[in-house]
């Protein structure tokens, strides 16, 4: 492999997902020489990144993938020792809430020890001083609502497994960046979706069952709680803010967020008007339905198989502290989001119909 001195070099856990993807881009527009560790598994996962591979504008740049896994640490090791990262991003996660609930061992395994276990093996390679630690922090840490907007300094109080495993991760970074003087930083960020976002999400279900039911291919959507209220942006501006925390003086953490909150009943309509459907919303509780006002048939139904035990009712952040010290801020609003998300549902629907 060729490197010039002054190329940095950047290791990606969980590359394969949503944010992986697109910070791998960046990464790569910026120069960098990218490694992602991709896991096995019997049908292709890298739908996302192989782009990479072929479209022109990237061809050729440096984009490497290996195998392994969060809660392989010898494997860890290794490739870390392979690669000799600059900055490390750690986004790999069993990252889906709901599945917390039915999988918490495996997401603690993930999420909560596949940090520690990052770090332990930058420690025990001895590269405190050489490579940058970035841990995928998540709004999830603040739960139960404490205080609105939520901030750096608003205490955490977390709702699911999940939560809980990041918020081990949340510390352990914290306490490496004490104990040891690693560079390590947490991006606490709030949600953010894309065209990318995994179809199980709340977001991308609507879009994708909006683009559907448009285009005559899917009647009906079932969620869960239509009342939850979350901070919604996009994944293409947040990868930016995680680079940015990497070049700072002194490591630090930051909230990532667009300090405005929608319940997931207003991104219904939203995705729906893009998709030429209007809905009315009748009933309440889990007999509340959407209607479609031009046909009058029922497009949304309520399902309590997708409530949680514990529900996180609203999330909305302030990222004041991003936007002064890292110079970051964000292009897209909830409106340019959503539209872009069901404009891409809908080329997608339309592409397989012709098929
Ligand atoms: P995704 O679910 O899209 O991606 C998760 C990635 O982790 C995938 O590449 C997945 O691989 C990989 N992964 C899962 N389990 C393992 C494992 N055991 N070993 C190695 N890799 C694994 O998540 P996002 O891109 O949306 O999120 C990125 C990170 O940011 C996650 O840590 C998430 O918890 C956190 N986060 C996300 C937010 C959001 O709104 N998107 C907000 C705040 C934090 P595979 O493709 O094979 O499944
Ligand atoms: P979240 O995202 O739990 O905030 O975690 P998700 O899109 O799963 O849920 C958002 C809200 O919508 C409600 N909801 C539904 N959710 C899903 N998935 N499916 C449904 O049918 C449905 N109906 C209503 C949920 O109850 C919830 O209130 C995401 C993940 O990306 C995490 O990894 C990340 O840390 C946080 O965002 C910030």
Avoid at 255 to 275: I, N, Q, S, Y
Wanted: aromatic residues 10%; charged residues 25%; contains cysteine.
């Amino acid at each position: 492999m060729v490197t010039s001195n002054k190329q940095k070099t950047a290791l990606i856990t969980g590359i394969t997902g949503q944010d992986g993807s697109y910070l791998a881009e960046l990464l790569l527009e910026k120069g960098y020489i990218v490694h992602g560790i991709k896991r096995r598994s019997s049908s292709f996962n890298t739908g996302r990144v192989d782009h990479m591979y072929t479209d022109p504008h990237f061809n050729g740049r440096p984009f490497y993938m290996h195998y392994g896994d969060m809660t392989d640490a010898t494997n860890l090791i290794r490739l870390i020792q392979e690669t000799q990262p600059d900055e490390i991003y750690n986004l790999a996660a069993q990252s889906h809430v709901q599945v917390s609930f039915d999988s918490p061992e495996y997401t603690a395994d993930v999420d909560g020890l596949g940090a520690m276990r990052m770090l332990e093996a930058i420690r025990l390679l001895g590269m405190e001083k050489k490579t940058k630690f970035y841990q995928a922090s998540t709004s999830e840490l603040y739960g139960k609502v404490q205080e609105v907007p939520q901030s750096e300094t608003t205490p955490f109080y977390p709702r699911s497994p999940y939560g809980v495993a990041k918020l081990y991760a949340f510390w352990i970074v914290v306490n490496y960046r004490e104990a040891y003087d690693i560079y390590a930083v947490n991006g606490i960020l709030f949600n953010h979706e894309s065209p990318r976002r995994g179809e199980t999400f709340v977001t991308r279900k609507i879009t994708r069952a909006a683009a559907r039911i448009a285009e005559g291919q899917q009647e009906k959507l079932f969620l869960g709680n239509l009342n939850a209220k979350r901070d919604w942006g996009h994944a293409k501006d947040y990868v930016k803010g995680m680079w940015l925390m990497m070049q700072q003086e002194e490591p630090d953490d930051f909230v990532l967020a667009t300090g405005e909150t929608h319940t997931v009943r207003k991104m219904c309509d939203l995705a729906f008007k893009h998709a030429g459907i209007e809905i009315e919303w009748k009933g309440e509780g889990v007999d509340e339905k959407g209607i479609n006002k031009a046909t009058g048939k029922v497009i949304v139904e309520v399902d309590p198989q997708y409530f949680r035990p514990t529900e996180v009712d609203l999330l909305i952040g302030d990222p004041a502290k991003a936007k002064e010290k890292l110079g970051w801020d964000f292009d897209y609003d909830f409106e340019a989001l959503v539209k872009e998300m069901v404009e891409s549902d809908l080329e997608e629907v339309r592409k397989s119909v012709k098929v």
